[in-house]
């Protein structure tokens, strides 16, 4: 799920940056250092949508660098265990589910028994999360169709 | 310190009440902690589509290659809600958290609710498990009212 929270980091500036558009300077290295990334505890981080404060300055002993203390609200994304949201199907290997078989080819894709379901590339279907791996850089989920109302929502090559 | 024991501690930490809490709405304790320590605030993907789309269009604004300006994770988080946002009029959004929140629902209940408006009383709770539990008030006469008041929104969106 998408979450709206306040963050803090230490921005570090050269002193080639200050003056008047200082904090234009601050802001937009943060967004450039910032958005994009991943950490384990708050997930992705989306877009920078406000600043919050921006503290004093503390300048560094020998290098003249000075490090502002800096609040800010974003948009993160991060998944969580027990949870349930709808997804696009990127790839389909061959990790079958019992009542589903396993169709190679140039679209590879899962069929049920009687044909009525069909699972391929670009195909939206609700998952419940069951489990996530939180990497420095990356979080990893293994979710589940095998319960009530999960499972296909669209079928791409029906529409 | 190990990603079990940290659990555990947080287990402890997060006492009865709250343990409970987490149970019924389904998720996982790592959810709970996440959400008190950061005092997030859950966002509907129609929500965070209309976030996106302003801040891609003032971006369109400064510069000629807007998507050069932004991360990939945003882009792919642009696609994604514009995908599953069962809203797009910035009035319906408005009112689709405005209704859901005379329920008396949690954050993340609405949230959930919002993003895949479940179609009958049956799917909700399978959705939202926590709505038809003990010391809750929704009857499923409220729940299907719920359910109505957000499909009219999309009707007349």
């Known amino acids: ?159 | 310190m190990s990603g079990e024991e940290e659990e555990n501690a947080a287990e402890l930490k997060i006492g009865d009440g709250n343990s409970f809490k987490c149970l019924i709405v389904g998720m996982s304790i790592e959810f709970l902690r996440f959400d008190q320590k950061s005092k997030a605030k859950c966002l509907m993907n129609c929500e965070v589509a209309l976030i996106l789309e302003h801040k891609y269009e003032q971006l369109q604004q400064t510069s000629d290659d807007p998507m050069n300006q932004v991360s990939q994770v945003f882009e792919k988080s642009l696609q994604y809600v514009k995908r599953f946002s069962r809203y797009k009029n910035p009035d319906a959004v408005r009112q689709v958290r405005e209704i859901l929140s005379r329920y008396q629902l949690a954050e993340f209940e609405l949230c959930v609710l919002g993003n895949l408006c479940p179609e009958t009383v049956e799917e909700a709770i399978a959705m939202v498990p926590s709505i038809k539990s003990k010391g809750r008030a929704h009857d499923d006469e409220a729940i299907e009212k719920m359910l109505n008041d957000l499909s009219l929104i999309k009707k007349f969106e």
């Open chain 1, 1 to 159: 799920m998408f979450f709206h929270i306040v963050l803090e980091r230490n921005m570090q500036l050269h002193p080639r940056h200050f003056g008047r558009s200082l904090r234009e300077n601050i802001v937009s290295k943060l967004m450039k250092d910032v958005e994009g990334t991943c950490s384990g505890r708050h997930g992705f981080v989306v877009a920078i949508t406000g600043i919050e404060n921006i503290g004093k300055g503390l300048i560094r002993d020998g290098t003249g660098f000075v490090t502002f203390p800096v609040k800010y609200q974003c948009v993160v994304f991060r998944p969580f265990k027990g949870e349930i949201l709808e997804a696009v199907v990127t790839m389909v290997n061959k990790l079958i589910p019992d009542d589903m078989e396993f169709q190679s080819g140039d679209m590879p894709n899962y069929t049920t028994s009687d044909g009525s379901v069909k699972i391929q590339k670009d195909s939206e279907v609700r998952l419940k999360i069951i489990g996530t791996r939180v990497d420095a850089t990356e979080i990893f989920c293994i979710g589940t169709i095998k319960d009530d109302f999960l499972g296909v929502i669209n079928d791409p090559a029906a529409a």
